[in-house]
């Protein structure tokens, strides 16, 4: 009898956490979803400014930065950047005290405010990534509240949260699961698994529920046949491979900090530095006609359907965009505008290649850049197909994406995420020095 009660009690208690972690995944899929509707506003509203005039943007770039760098150091210490190195450096932490101030709800509450306020500034960035650290924080903190003791299983719960946050962000729960096992752990541990997994999928169904079955970019119908027209494979790779890799460079060396006198006035005075960054971004968008400002999702749709072809200069000043908005140290991630990047790059080198459909050369081109960015190959291959619901260029994907991260790897030795989080452990004032498991997953 004895042995039966404290069975009982035992399986109460696992129901008790199970439970707890899927109304968790689900609040995960809520609050994406709640945070893709304000980065909308945000990107509705500054098109309306735009609209009425758009020298305004002078003057709300540079201040929109400004505030944010101000309140991401002041309230929001741990909020700035991506969000996904701040993922990767806490599944590598053993003082759980910076975990919980790095994944606090405070720190996931600023991270989306933070967010949408540089979208509305004009910044180059995107939600994707920060939803990572979000979805790590919900997670983390279902995990406190249960008071669990071991940190195998803390850090499956952030495990689970990251790769949830990236399904109901991009609506890919594949991808959720490849970005959790090949980016964020870099490992697959049979005791974390089942959480990971039903934390994407009750996430992921969530976001269905409240937005619909949706593809991110719409359906395409493009292939990739066997043939000349898998000319368009290498050249991709190999071109969106370079672009990456240097875009991840310039990155890497931008955190660990800028040369000469810019990067003693980015230390010194990081707000004024942030308002000279959003001065730069502004007179980028008024250049380009708006089109280097936000996330560039709609730019992306648009060369992934064929419905508008951008110039070179698109995906150049995007870039240049992009690294711009990094270097400020705003709150925002990566991913989306990496995927403009990609897909303008695309479009541009579809021009040269006639015998291969304008369409799939977009989607070639959208996967290398992204592959040799992240250099997550198997990701990007899976978000890209995912998020056009295409199947028919898995191949091609895949093939591309592989040999852009052999590309990128040639020119940047180290992962970005996982740099940006040895360079993120290193800066933060109270932190210890990154532990050995952090340099290790950078190798």
């Not at 509203?45 to 943007?57: E, K, V, Y």
């Amino acid at each position: 009898m004895r042995h039966l009660r404290r069975s009982a009690r035992i399986t109460t208690e696992q129901w008790r956490r199970k439970l707890a972690c899927w109304a968790a995944a689900v609040v995960v899929g809520v609050v994406a979803v709640g945070f893709a509707m304000a980065a909308d506003a945000a990107a509705s509203l500054r098109t309306h400014i735009i609209a009425f005039n758009p020298w305004l943007m002078l003057v709300l770039t540079p201040g929109g930065l400004a505030l944010s760098t101000w309140l991401t150091r002041t309230w929001f210490r741990g909020a700035q950047g991506s969000g996904i190195p701040q993922t990767i450096a806490t599944l590598h932490l053993e003082n759980f005290t910076i975990v919980d101030r790095l994944l606090s709800l405070r720190v996931a509450a600023g991270k989306i405010v933070l967010t949408s306020l540089g979208l509305v500034a004009g910044a180059s960035i995107g939600r994707e990534g920060p939803s990572v650290q979000i979805g790590a924080a919900i997670m983390h903190a279902c995990g406190r509240w249960l008071n669990l003791s071991t940190i195998s299983m803390r850090r499956g719960l952030i495990l689970a949260g990251g790769a949830s946050g990236v399904s109901a962000a991009f609506n890919t729960p594949l991808a959720g699961i490849v970005f959790a096992i090949e980016e964020l752990s870099h490992s697959f541990e049979q005791r974390t698994s089942g959480t990971m997994l039903t934390g994407v999928i009750l996430s992921g169904v969530t976001a269905i529920a409240l937005v619909g079955n949706y593809s991110y970019f719409g359906h395409t119908d493009v292939v990739v046949p066997i043939g000349i027209s898998w000319i368009a494979v290498p050249t991709c790779g190999i071109l969106g491979g370079i672009g990456g890799g240097v875009f991840s460079a310039i990155l890497i060396r931008a955190t660990r900090g800028l040369p000469g006198g810019l990067g003693r006035f980015a230390k010194g005075r990081p707000v004024a530095f942030a308002a000279v960054c959003g001065l730069l971004l502004a007179i980028l968008g008024i250049a380009s006609g708006g089109i280097t400002y936000g996330t560039g999702y709609y730019q992306a749709h648009e060369i992934i359907d064929g419905r508008t072809h951008y110039p070179a200069s698109f995906f150049i000043l995007k870039f240049i965009a992009t690294i711009i908005s990094y270097c400020s140290g705003i709150p925002g991630g990566l991913f989306a505008p990496s995927l403009a990047i990609g897909a303008g790059f695309g479009g541009w080198v579809a021009q040269f290649l006639p015998h291969t459909t304008p369409g799939a050369v977009v989607l070639l081109g959208t996967v290398a850049y992204f592959s040799a960015v992240v250099q997550s190959p198997l990701t990007a291959s899976v978000i890209v197909m995912e998020m056009c619901d295409n199947q028919q260029v898995t191949l091609a994907l895949l093939a591309t994406s592989f040999l852009a991260y052999g590309v990128s790897r040639m020119i940047c030795s180290q992962p970005l995420y996982a740099a940006l989080a040895e360079a993120f452990l290193d800066g933060m004032a109270s932190a210890p020095k990154p532990p050995p498991a952090v340099k290790a997953a950078v190798k």
